[in-house]
């Protein structure tokens, strides 16, 4: 199989992920939490935060989480900047997560952005933009703040190194956080950014080999769900990890953001 076709089989995958009928591009709105407890549009049940926790009186409703109806007042203890948890709500799904405070944001299937999606732009295939690179740990993983698309928030992520490169004889280094499942993940911008990609960020999944050796393979560099929709709160890169060249390689400002 060639690269070509290996990109290609990639970004199928990707693109069908992104169709997920509860993902991204089913979100269809997002509210912040408060103390007092209160319905949300036409959300069932009533919702509302503590400094710790948010919380959900189903009042009669047909809430369910993890399976199971919910009886009474149920409290969600998330971690900042993590993985949220889902309720059930008849056809949709309330997604409750913690960015400082919680909030609450509907994923439907029926949503508009998922009736209309065509795929990602994106440029095509080039082998060039595959760049061997070497990781380097600190000698302590370091808790790193970054704002966020939506203003006035901020995300903490755990960097554990830098992963240094080569290109057009210069060296560049980029700041590294964890992958969500292994690996790393690398936010960054580049001169391509706000132009034909996407102005905020765009990330790209790295693996690590036993001797710290990594391939950074532009073609992969994928949007955040920020790109895609306006009910995403994602991190923005952290400081120095904007490259001073274009980027021609990988994913491009998405149809759904160009027609916004």
């Known amino acids: 199989m060639t690269y070509a ?3 290609q089989d990639w970004k199928t995958d990707r693109e069908r992920d992104l169709a997920e009928p509860y993902g991204w591009l089913a979100l269809v709105s997002l509210d912040w939490l408060d103390d007092t407890p209160r319905t949300y549009g036409e959300l069932p049940g009533a919702w509302w935060q503590d400094a ?3 919380y959900v009186d189903p009042q009669g409703a047909e809430l369910f989480h993890d399976g199971q109806r919910l009886t009474g007042v ?15 709500a008849g056809d949709v799904e309330i997604e409750v997560a913690r960015r400082s405070g919680y909030l609450i944001r509907v994923h439907d299937p029926k949503a508009q952005a998922l009736r209309d999606f065509r795929g990602v732009p994106s440029y095509e295939p080039n082998s060039d933009w595959v760049v061997a690179g070497r ?6 993983p370091r808790p790193t703040t970054v704002g966020a698309v939506v203003e006035g928030l901020s995300h903490v992520y755990t960097a554990p190194g830098i992963v240094r490169f080569t290109h057009g004889g210069t060296e560049h280094t980029l700041t590294a956080f964890n992958g969500k499942t292994s690996g790393l993940s690398i936010l960054f911008t ?7 990609t996407y102005a905020a960020n765009r990330s790209l999944a790295v693996d690590v080999g036993d001797d710290g050796s990594v391939v950074l393979d532009f073609n992969r560099a994928v949007n955040l769900p920020c790109a895609f929709t ?7 890169p952290p400081e120095g990890n904007r490259l ?11 149809y759904e953001h160009l027609s916004a």
């Open 135 to 140: 990781f380097e740990p600190f000698d302590t």
């Open 5 to 7: 076709q290996e990109w």
């Open 230 to 236: 306006v009910f995403a709160t994602c991190p923005l």
């Open 244 to 254: 001073p060249f274009a980027v021609e390689a990988g994913e491009q400002t998405p």
């Open 74 to 88: 149920r409290r969600f203890e998330l971690v900042n900047s993590g993985p949220g948890t889902r309720v059930a």
């Open 190 to 196: 580049d001169a391509t950014s706000g132009v034909t």
């Open 52 to 54: 710790d926790a948010a």
